[in-house]
């Protein structure tokens, strides 16, 4: 799964799936300010700039995950491998660091999926009726 928030207020979201043979979905909606304040205050209060992935997991043939966060002057980037569980968390070597990622992560994953189906359910509700 791959999602960008871009500062004109596009929200891009592309996943691979499965399901039916497809291969992968792609969507771009376009947001509005309050939810671009809100993706920054969630990144900003995970305090995620300062923590480093150097003992992080590294990519594995299980998979890779990746962040790249650009806040004003702030340019950070993660990498490490597909986390499965907090289990993973826990066994790392730096389980603190990888705990604040693994949140973050889900929070942003949680935010982009109901953008993305409330957009297109409403849009198509619109459309409908």
Not at 58 to 66: K, Y
Request: hydrophobic share 35%; proline share 2%; net charge negative.
């Amino acid at each position: 799964m791959e999602f960008e928030f871009s500062s004109t207020g596009k929200l891009r979201y592309a996943n691979n799936s499965n399901y039916k043979n497809d291969t992968m979905i792609r969507k771009e909606v376009t947001v509005s300010q309050s939810v671009l304040d809100e993706v920054r205050r969630i990144i900003q209060e995970a305090d995620i700039i300062a923590e480093d992935d150097h003992n992080w997991p590294e990519p594995d043939r299980v998979g890779r995950q990746e962040l790249e966060v650009k806040l004003g002057k702030e340019h950070i980037s993660f990498t490490c491998s597909k986390i499965g569980s907090l289990l993973d968390v826990q066994e790392s070597n730096d389980p603190e660091g990888l705990r604040i990622f693994y949140y973050l992560i889900q929070d942003l994953k949680c935010l982009v999926f109901s953008l993305i189906t409330l957009h297109f359910k409403s849009r198509l509700n619109w459309n409908g009726g």
